[in-house]
């Protein structure tokens, strides 16, 4: 059985950095993307990074700009979410997920198959 598992979250000033963990097991790892999706209250998910395990080819959602960032430790089956200059309206639960196939990243939620409870992240003003 798979699980994913966030960590990380929690209260951050405006313009600070936090950095998220994504653990997943009970799936052979190699060659499964994993994304990460952000839901702010009242809003619908949406997709902010994802990795390629295999090739490490990413991608980011339109709002990151160069803020965020998205990396793998291969040995500890770990996917961080590195974010930087934090703004308010990042506030939001941020999710992990994985697919249950070989593929390469997607940007949308069907995409993926497993997903964590989220980590909540809050940006003070």
């Known amino acids: 059985q798979v699980h994913v598992v966030e960590s990380g979250g929690g209260v951050v000033q405006t313009g600070g950095s936090r950095r998220l963990s994504c653990v997943v097991s009970?799936?052979?790892?190699?060659?499964?993307?994993v994304g990460w999706f952000r839901q702010a209250p009242g809003k619908e998910r949406e997709f902010v990074a994802a990795?390629?395990?295999?090739?490490?080819?990413?991608g980011f959602g339109d709002f990151v700009g160069d803020r965020f960032s998205i990396s793998r430790d291969s040995a500890k089956n770990i996917v961080y979410l590195q974010m930087s200059s934090l703004k308010p309206e990042d506030t939001a639960v941020y999710y992990c997920?994985?697919?249950?196939?070989?593929?390469?990243?997607?940007?949308?939620?069907?995409?993926?198959?497993?997903w964590g409870q989220g980590t909540q992240v809050t940006v003070s003003s």
């Open positions: 997920a994985t697919r249950d196939q070989t593929s390469d990243w997607g940007a949308e939620e069907w995409w993926y198959s497993y």
């Open positions: 009970g799936q052979p790892f190699t060659g499964y993307p």
């Open positions: 990795i390629n395990w295999n090739d490490g080819r990413i």
